[in-house]
């Protein structure tokens, strides 16, 4: 599947000052946006080093100490920075003017607000970031100044128009991120119970916009754009200023939470679409409604602890805030590749993938537990997610982006009831409150999550952004589990607990198509899902081993069927075009062994329908896995891990036959298949930390890429950075 992030780019000739508009080749959207962020992402590398170099030296900012509070006062002095989610509502009016004709201008307007669309994962919400510093006069007074960008979901409008100059087309605007920058004045009394600021803040507004113009019929007199054609304008800037009111309230000594409504308005703003001949001009005003939370870095300065540790997290009785953060840098050297198809592995290039989630919790009576997690998703995989069966990048969507936009990826409540047995001490981490249960319960979870959360769990291999990144370890290969093309669909789970056994079972929500964005809204696609795991312990060290098995009811198609079309066709094999409504299955088995304190071992392995196309997640038929994770306190470094791992990856003669006759999966379809193998993958990390963030070291051998014996072997080179709080 092409991914929907990449987009047309605008390019300026600076000898003749003119706008062009050029389709983005090969990922020259994704390469620039990309630079971008590694540029980031290494400047705030080697600024946190600085940082930390100046504070050991006891070197801080010279700010005034702030007033003197009551003992049981928040301090609001100081520096902050936090994260924010919201809504918006959006208008633009724009007018038009054709450049290739006399006529009479055109004038319309926009809605830019989008309803939430649950299935969709669509809306017009943001999700972003701001830092400031605020002083706390001895009146109570506050002074300060704040910054903040945001990343929208979906805050953009569209408008059809048509005369006998332009015949008929369409215009559209989005907004593809803002910030602010703002003065803040505020007023923090003395209540008695509870830690609170009123304030009033306005300033600076930019936003970087999209503006589309798509030909539906007819011709534009003057210009050369048929029906069909689309010009897009990408990362146009705007100008503007802001102003809003807010309330805070301080939660503990760290942590303050805040409700702010903000109006920004935009001066107009024009842009030429050659081919269409026309100049559109336009305004932008939005609204919005964020909630967030803010962390004090330090009152007289930044502690260094903020550089070496990382915040720490909110976790309170009620309620509790979580974040994470993984940058991922891939690069495949040139290998042998003697022809290309749509879903091949292109040879030398590299790809960056960043995403930023937060796990928002809330105790909603005895036992249940409400999470949410907003994201920020931005980058590709190597050759758009494709190209390889057992892709190499799990943190890496289907859908890539070159600029960062907001998902609400998991949604969800999970009651527990104890049952009897011993009490468990609970830890606190990303979606799980601290505190206790018993070893014999029942778990429900309902909602919007990861199939994966629940099912064929591994604690080695498991988390792309913590240990391997192969799809084919964090699990099963053959487990073709329900999700959107981002890895979350909407479902029910149940997990019993009995002594050393766990029967888990699940039904869960399809895609309206196989490989699909968009989930079924009338849940007529579904898959049932059973797991049973054993628990035990051999020489005194734990270990487990489960079995995971599922049914998937869905339009599917087979791969005689797509052959059998082709033959009569002459095209390619097309299994979108044989298919009906039909059961998929499969069984995968899990194996976890910790063998020393330091050392643990995992195995995997599984089959599926061989004769029917998957339809969630990737091209594998049938699987085998198993690694190694070595913790390094045999070399003095207890918090770094080597680890190591090997698949064997197979699909059956129906799918080779099917993919020699020009057929496409998920992942793969070099466009002919004449010498099939087994996808044999390799993958090492070596992971270290390094102040606050871990570092890992990636490598993986990708013999016969996507069961191809006339291309490779590919080594992937990776580098991942990761840090959570």
């Known amino acids: 599947m092409e991914p929907t992030g990449a987009r047309p780019v605008v390019f300026i000739d600076t000898a003749t000052a003119e706008w062009q508009l050029k389709a983005p080749a090969s990922g020259d959207v994704a390469a620039g946006v990309g630079a971008v962020m590694r540029g980031l992402f290494v400047a705030g590398i080697l600024l946190a080093a600085l940082a930390r170099g100046a504070f050991a030296a006891d070197i801080s900012l010279p700010v005034k100490a702030p007033p003197k509070l009551q003992e049981n006062s928040y301090d609001w002095s100081g520096f902050y920075a936090g994260a924010h989610f919201g809504y ?13 004709a006399a006529a009479p201008a055109l004038t319309g307007s926009l809605d830019l607000f989008n309803g939430y669309d649950m299935f969709k994962g669509t809306g017009s919400y943001f999700v972003g970031f701001q830092g400031g510093y605020n002083y706390l006069l001895p009146s109570r007074l506050l002074l300060g100044i704040e910054a903040d960008i945001g990343f929208p979901n979906t805050l953009g409008g569209t408008a059809t128009f048509a005369s006998p100059v332009t015949g008929t087309a369409s215009y559209a605007e989005q907004v593809e991120m803002s910030g602010t920058l703002r003065g803040r004045l505020g007023y923090a009394p003395n209540l008695g119970t509870g830690n609170w600021l009123f304030y009033a803040t306005g ?24 029906p069909g054609t689309m010009e897009s304008l990408f990362l146009v800037p705007r100008l503007g200023g802001a102003a809003g009111v807010g309330v805070e309230l301080g939660l503990t000594p760290s942590w303050a939470a805040r409700l702010e409504y903000l109006y920004t308005g935009y001066g107009s703003r024009s842009v030429t679409f050659p081919g269409g001949a026309q100049q559109f001009t336009s305004s932008l005003a939005v609204q919005s409604v964020r909630v967030g939370l803010d ?29 994470q953060t993984t940058f991922i840098e891939q690069y495949a050297p040139p290998f042998r590749s003697p022809y290309l198809g749509p879903h091949s592995l292109d040879p030398n290039q590299g790809r960056e993938s960043w995403d930023a989630m937060y796990f928002v919790g809330a105790k909603l009576w005895q036992g249940a537990e409400l999470w949410v997690d907003p994201e920020i998703d931005q980058g590709f995989g190597l050759s758009n997610t494709e190209g390889i069966a057992g892709f190499p990048s799990g943190a890496s969507f289907k859908v890539g982006a070159s600029v960062p936009y907001a998902r609400v990826q998991r949604a969800f409540v999970r009651q527990t009831i104890d049952l009897g047995g011993d009490s468990q001490k609970v830890e606190a981490d990303q979606n799980q409150f601290a505190g206790s249960n018993t070893a014999d319960r029942l778990v429900i979870t ?22 391997f990144m192969n799809w084919a ?8 589990y329900a999700a959107d093309a981002w890895g979350y669909s909407y479902g029910a789970a149940a997990e019993w607990y009995q002594g050393p056994w766990t029967l888990r079972a699940g039904v869960f929500d399809l895609t309206t198509m196989p490989n699909g964005e968009d989930l079924d809204p009338h ?3 579904f898959q049932w899902l059973g797991e049973i795991e054993r628990r035990y312990e051999l020489w005194s060290h734990p270990g487990k081993i489960a079995f995971t098995g599922f049914l998937t009811r869905a339009r599917l198609g087979t791969y005689e069927d797509a052959i059998a079309l082709a033959q009569v066709t002459g095209g390619p094999a097309d299994i979108a075009a044989v298919r009906q409504y039909r059961s998929r299955t499969g069984l995968g088995v899990n194996l976890e062994q910790e063998i020393t304190a330091d050392l643990g071992l995992f195995a995997r392995a599984g089959f599926a ?17 198993a690694g190694l994770a070595l913790k390094g306190t045999q070399w003095h470094r207890p918090d770094d891990t080597f680890a190591v791992a090997a698949i064997v990856n197979g699909i059956t003669k129906e799918h080779q036959a099917f993919l020699n006759a020009g057929g496409l999966g998920i992942l793969v379809g070099d466009g002919m298949l004449p010498h099939p193998g087994l996808e044999q993958i390799i993958e090492t990390y070596y992971q270290l930390p390094v102040y606050a963030w871990h570092l890992t070291f990636d490598y993986q051998l990708v013999v016969n890429p996507a069961y191809n014996r006339d291309r490779g072997p590919v080594s992937i080179l990776g580098l991942r950075a990761q840090t959570e709080f």
Do not use: C, M
């Open 203 to 226: 300033g600076l507004a930019w936003s970087y916009d999209q503006f589309t113009r798509s030909q539906i019929a007819g011709a534009p007199v003057g210009g050369t754009a048929t």
């Open 88 to 100: 918006a509502a959006g208008s633009s009016r724009w007018s038009a003017t054709s450049t290739g």
């Open 609 to 625: 329908s061989g004769d029917i196309e998957p339809e969630s997640y990737t091209d594998i038929d049938r699987t085998v896995a």
């Open 446 to 467: 309902v909602g919007k999550y990861s199939v994966s959360d629940v099912f064929d769990q591994n604690k080695y291999a498991q988390n792309p952004r913590k240990d």
């Open 473 to 480: 370890l964090i699990d099963t290969g053959t487990f073709d």
């Open 295 to 323: 962390y004090q870095l330090g009152h007289t300065g930044i502690d260094p602890d903020i550089f070496t540790k990382g915040p720490s997290a909110l976790d309170l009785d009620w309620f509790s805030f979580k974040g």
């Open 523 to 525: 849940f007529s696609q």
